[in-house]
């Protein structure tokens, strides 16, 4: 029984063993098919390459440099076009706001003229009631100085009647 376990082992390590060299055969095969693109790629470029003198090639470097320059430019410009459109926007917004508020001021104001006009009006009607009833309480008051002077003549001819009667 142990000699079918060492048998196992050695198995699994041939195993492990034809996997690893399978893996190294591909590598060798990618490396080979790199190598021969590598060599189509040199065959293209020597056949196409295009030589230029020093003048041309800096006039071509200038000539990219400026045209990375536009487009970082126009970039720039696009940026500054939508902030301007976002200032504009948000000016817009602004107006409107302030109109509103300016609407609700003046609401405002008449509201606060047609609150001090009530109170006027009933600062007017108060003083109306409060002359009527200083008139009432000088009535009363004249009418309980009458009653009085009758309760005095009542007293006094009820002494008499009673004196006169006492004789």
Excluded at 6 to 16: D, L, T, V
Excluded at 84 to 110: F, H, M, P, V
Excluded at 112 to 141: C, G, P, W, Y
């Amino acid at each position: 029984m142990f000699h079918l376990g060492e048998e196992r082992g050695a198995m699994a390590e041939k195993e492990k063993e034809k996997a690893g060299g399978e893996r190294w055969k591909a590598a060798i095969v990618n490396l080979s098919e790199m190598s021969a693109n590598l060599d189509s790629l040199q065959k293209i470029l020597a056949k196409k390459a295009v030589f230029v003198d020093d003048d041309t090639f800096s006039k071509a470097s200038l000539i990219a440099e400026q045209a990375r320059n536009i487009k970082a430019l126009e970039q720039r410009v696009g940026t500054l076009e939508r902030e301007l459109d976002a200032s504009i926007a948000a000016a817009a917004r602004a107006r409107s706001e302030k109109r509103q508020a300016e609407a609700a001021q003046r609401a405002a104001e008449l509201r606060a003229l047609d609150v001090a006009k009530e109170l006027e009006n009933t600062t007017k009607v108060f003083e109306l009631h409060m002359e009527e009833l200083r008139r009432k309480q000088e009535e009363i008051s004249k009418k309980d100085g009458e009653i009085k002077v009758l309760e005095a003549i009542i007293q006094t001819l009820s002494r008499n009647g009673s004196s006169a009667s006492e004789d």
